[in-house]
C-alpha cells in the first residue's frame, strides 16, 4: 500500500503528529504494536469495573495549543481540577496541603514555619516569571547554534527579551536551571515537608536525587503544567489518560488518517540512504516517501533503521545515552478510599483529590533511596506519588470502589543480588504498608493490584530501559543537544526519517508539543503549508 507518510507508534506524540499532517493534507497512516492506541497515555480496564490510567496518570504539560489546534474538547476530552494538588501526610497525624489557593497553601506551610509561609509567595512568583520566559521555546524547534535561521533568531531575541525583564532575578535563576534542586530549595525553605513536597518536581521521573545538577530544570519543567489557563494546576482525565488519546486519535481520523492497532514494525526500509517505508512482523510492506517516529531514538535509529544506516559516530552516541529508570508502578482496585490520620472520615475529602506523598518525606529520605538504587538495591523507604482519580471521577470504579496508582522511585532496572520475578510482589508490599503507616488499614483495602518494574514498563510500552521520558532530561541533553548535538531538530541522518518522540526536545511529559513541533518541520521540507 502507498501512503505519503508513516507515523510509527500511537503514543500520544504519534497520535499528534498524525493529526497535523493528515490535516496539511497528506495520506497518513499510523501503526500502533499494542491493541490499545496511546502508548503510556492509555485507560485499561484490567480488573471487570475498574478502568485504570496504566503508566501516565496525571495531565497538565498539554500544550493548550495542541488542545486548540485539534479541538479536542469537543471530541471528548475533559480536564478534572486537581484542588488540593499535592497532601504529604505524617505519620504523627500532621499533614501538608498545597494548590491553587495561595492563601491557605500558607496557612499550611505555616504550621512547619512562618518564614517559609512567608516566603512561598515569593518562590511561586519567582518560578512563575522564570517559566513564562521560557515556554515559548517549547512550542518550536530548538535554534540550532551551528545553523541558525530566521526563526531561530526571531525566538533568541524573544529570550533575550525574557531575560533582561528577569535580570532582577536572572542570577537566582540561572543557579536554578543550571544547579541541584535542593540548593535552590533550602536557600528558600528552612522547612520539611515543604522542601521534599516541592523537590517531587524536580526528580520524577529522573534517575538523579535533589542534589544532581540540572534537577532545577526537570523542577520548572513540571512547574508548566496548567489547566484550563490556570498555571500550575494539573488534572485528572475524565476517563482516565486513555481519553485524551481517544480525543486525538479522533482528530486524526476526521483529518483523513488511517490508524491501525496490533500493527508492529519489525524494520524501516532504507534504499540509498533514503527512508521507504516499513516491513511490519508479519512481514508485510507499506511503502512511503516519508516515515516519522514516536518511539524512542535508541528503539528507533539502532533497532527498526540499524547500524549499517548511521554514521558511526551519531550509532555510538545514540548507544551511549542514558536510559536508567528509577520508576516503579502500582496500579489498584480498592474498595474504598484511604481514610488519612487525624483527618476525620474516608471522604471523599479534600486530601483525596491531588498528588498524596508519603514514604520519604525528607530532603535526605529522598537522597537514601536514590543512593540504595546506585546500589542495585531497593530503598526501605521509598518515595512514593500516590493518586486517587477516581476521588474526582466516578466512571473509573463500581460504586464504592475507587482505583488507585502509585508512582515510585527510586528502583533500578536491574537488581544486584536478586531479580524482579523475586522481589516485585515482597517490594509492594512494602510500599503500600509505607501508606499504613499515615493510612491505618490502606492495604486491607486493596482487592487487585498490577506491580510494573521498570524491565516491565519497557516490556509492554516499549519504553527503552522502562525510561518515561525517553532518555534522561539532563543539562547535556536538552534543547539542541536533544537527543544528541546536530539531530535535534527532528530530522536524522537517513532522509525522510523524522523523531516525534519525547526523545526530542522539549522532552517528556504528556506534552504534544514534540509530536507538534516535528509535523511542523515536515511539512517545511514537504513545502506544505502549515496548518498551525
Not at 504494536?33 to 496525571?58: D, K, M, Q
Not at 529522573?206 to 540540572?214: D, F, L, R, V, Y
Not at 536508567?324 to 483525596?352: Q, T, V
Amino acid at each position: 500500500m502507498q501512503s505519503d507518510i508513516i507515523v510509527i507508534g500511537g503514543g500520544h506524540n504519534g497520535l499528534v503528529a498524525a493529526a497535523y499532517l493528515a490535516r496539511a493534507g497528506l495520506r497518513t497512516v499510523l501503526l500502533e504494536r499494542r491493541p490499545v492506541i496511546g502508548g503510556a497515555c492509555v485507560t485499561e480496564e484490567l480488573w471487570p469495573g475498574f478502568r485504570v490510567s496504566r503508566a501516565a496518570y496525571v495531565a497538565g504539560l498539554l500544550r493548550p495549543a495542541v488542545v486548540r489546534e485539534l479541538g479536542l474538547a469537543a471530541r471528548g476530552l475533559r480536564l478534572l481540577r486537581r484542588a488540593p494538588s499535592s497532601f504529604t501526610p505524617l505519620p504523627d497525624g500532621r499533614g501538608l496541603r498545597l494548590g491553587p489557593d495561595r492563601t491557605a497553601s500558607c496557612q499550611e506551610i505555616r504550621r512547619f514555619s512562618a518564614r517559609d509561609a512567608r516566603r512561598y509567595p515569593a518562590y511561586e512568583d519567582f518560578l512563575d516569571r522564570v517559566v513564562r520566559t521560557l515556554e515559548p521555546a517549547l512550542d518550536r524547534p530548538p535554534p540550532d547554534p551551528a545553523r541558525l535561521g530566521p526563526r531561530d533568531l526571531a525566538l533568541l531575541a524573544h529570550l533575550l527579551v525574557g531575560a533582561w525583564r528577569l535580570r532582577g532575578d536572572l542570577a537566582r535563576a540561572l543557579a536554578l536551571l543550571l544547579g541541584p534542586a535542593r540548593s535552590a530549595l533550602e536557600g528558600w525553605f528552612e522547612s520539611e515537608p515543604l522542601r521534599a513536597t516541592l523537590a517531587t518536581d524536580a526528580v520524577i521521573g529522573a534517575w538523579a536525587a535533589p542534589s544532581t545538577p540540572g534537577t532545577g530544570y526537570v523542577l520548572l519543567h513540571h512547574v508548566m503544567g496548567e489547566t484550563h489557563g490556570e498555571r500550575g494546576v494539573w488534572s485528572y482525565v475524565e476517563g482516565g489518560m486513555g481519553r485524551l488519546a481517544d480525543a486525538i486519535a479522533a482528530a486524526a481520523r476526521d483529518a483523513g488518517a488511517d490508524i491501525r492497532t496490533e500493527a508492529s514494525v519489525k524494520q524501516i526500509a532504507v534504499r540509498d540512504g533514503r527512508a521507504v517505508g516499513v516491513v511490519l512482523a508479519d512481514g508485510s510492506t507499506i511503502e512511503a516517501p516519508a516515515v516519522v517516529s514516536g518511539l524512542d531514538p535508541h528503539r528507533t535509529l539502532l533497532r527498526l533503521v540499524g547500524r549499517e544506516h548511521l554514521p558511526e559516530e551519531l550509532a555510538l552516541e545514540i548507544a551511549s545515552l542514558d536510559f536508567r529508570s528509577p520508576c516503579l508502578k502500582i496500579n489498584l482496585a480498592l474498595d474504598r478510599l484511604p481514610a488519612f490520620a487525624g483527618r476525620g472520615g474516608a471522604g471523599p475529602l479534600p486530601e483525596h483529590a491531588g498528588t498524596i506523598h508519603v514514604g520519604a518525606t525528607t530532603l535526605d529520605a529522598i537522597e537514601r533511596a536514590f543512593e540504595a538504587a546506585q546500589r542495585g538495591a531497593l530503598p526501605e523507604r521509598a518515595m512514593v506519588e500516590l493518586t486517587l482519580p477516581s476521588a474526582l471521577d466516578g466512571s473509573l470504579a463500581p460504586d464504592g470502589h475507587h482505583v488507585a496508582s502509585l508512582f515510585v522511585q527510586y528502583v533500578p532496572y536491574a537488581l544486584a543480588e536478586r531479580d524482579w520475578d523475586a522481589e516485585r510482589d515482597r517490594f509492594a508490599d512494602r510500599v503500600l504498608a509505607l501508606v499504613d503507616e499515615v493510612a491505618p488499614g490502606f492495604s486491607e483495602s486493596v482487592l487487585q493490584r498490577e506491580v510494573l518494574a521498570p524491565p516491565d514498563l519497557e516490556r509492554i510500552f516499549g519504553l527503552t530501559g522502562g525510561n518515561i521520558f525517553h532518555g534522561a532530561m539532563s543539562l547535556d541533553r536538552l534543547l539542541f543537544l536533544r537527543p544528541v548535538p546536530g539531530w535535534a531538530r527532528y530530522r536524522t541522518p537517513v532522509a525522510g526519517l523524522y523523531l516525534c518522540g519525547a526523545g526530542t526536545h522539549p522532552g517528556g511529559g504528556v506534552m504534544g508539543a514534540c509530536g507538534r513541533n516535528a509535523a511542523g518541520e515536515i511539512l517545511r521540507d514537504l513545502r506544505l503549508r502549515s496548518v498551525f
